[in-house]
């Protein structure tokens, strides 16, 4: 049985987002440009606990293994963590039959934010045997932005090692998980994918 975080109306009342977003959250698009999405944030940077939404009943909540919260015994997330919405990895083709993740780099906001942002790299990894990428974003509003990067060329030369420390963590947060490191991909093929995987949700909400 899962742990339910009461969060939908707190955010409403916070001035964030309606209950009623969240209620049509299949019905928000991943792109909002053709080259910037939208990032839902489900773990606010500096969190240890595994939150997740709901897609049933339409809620954050914190994850459960047998019957307990699942909690980082690591570092904190180093980034607002969460998914692109529209999106969809399919497990007959390797995926792991979720949005695509995305770590958004800013300061931290709250669970059910709702922000519009530029990818400009991916971490690509395989846990546990799936595909399981991570979408690297910063916020699209300059006003929101803490780092200043137009793709991963920039990100590196401005931020040195930053990706690195990125990696080691996803590498050793959660020793019970097999992960494998593939390797990291630039803007313009973090795009594309992103956009393969708004598709084939897309053609999986057809055959529905």
């Known amino acids: 049985m899962r742990f339910?975080?009461?969060?939908?109306?707190?955010?409403?009342c916070a001035g964030i987002v309606s209950c009623e977003t969240y209620k049509k959250i299949d019905r928000i698009p991943a792109f909002t440009t053709?080259?910037?999405v939208n990032c839902i944030v489900e773990i606010p940077a500096g969190t240890n606990k595994k939150i997740e939404f709901n897609k049933t009943t339409k809620r954050f909540e914190i994850d459960t293994i047998d019957g307990?919260?699942?909690i980082k015994k690591y570092l904190p997330y180093p980034a607002n963590y969460g998914f692109i919405p529209a999106t969809f990895s399919d497990k007959t083709k390797g995926g792991d039959g979720d949005p695509i993740d995305v770590l958004l780099l800013c300061e931290s906001v709250p669970t059910g934010t709702i922000i519009e942002a530029i990818p400009i790299a991916m971490l690509r990894l395989v846990d546990s045997g799936e595909m399981d990428d991570k979408v690297i974003c910063i916020p699209k509003d300059?006003?929101?932005?803490?780092l200043k990067a137009t793709d991963i060329t920039?990100?590196?030369k401005s931020y040195?090692?930053?990706?690195e420390i990125i990696q080691l963590w996803f590498q050793h947060n959660d020793s019970s998980e097999a992960?494998?490191?593939k390797g990291w991909v630039g803007k313009e093929e973090t795009v594309a994918e992103i956009k393969r995987l708004s598709r084939l949700y897309q053609d999986a909400n057809l055959r529905e």
Do not use: E, G, W
Request: a positive charge; aromatic letters at 10%; charged letters at 10%.
């Open 142 to 146: 300059p006003a929101l932005q803490t």
């Open 68 to 70: 307990h919260m699942r």
């Open 160 to 163: 040195p090692k930053a990706l």
């Open 179 to 181: 992960i494998t490191i």
């Open 154 to 156: 920039d990100f590196n």
């Open 34 to 36: 053709p080259t910037t």
């Open 4 to 12: 339910s975080l009461l969060l939908l109306c707190y955010f409403a």
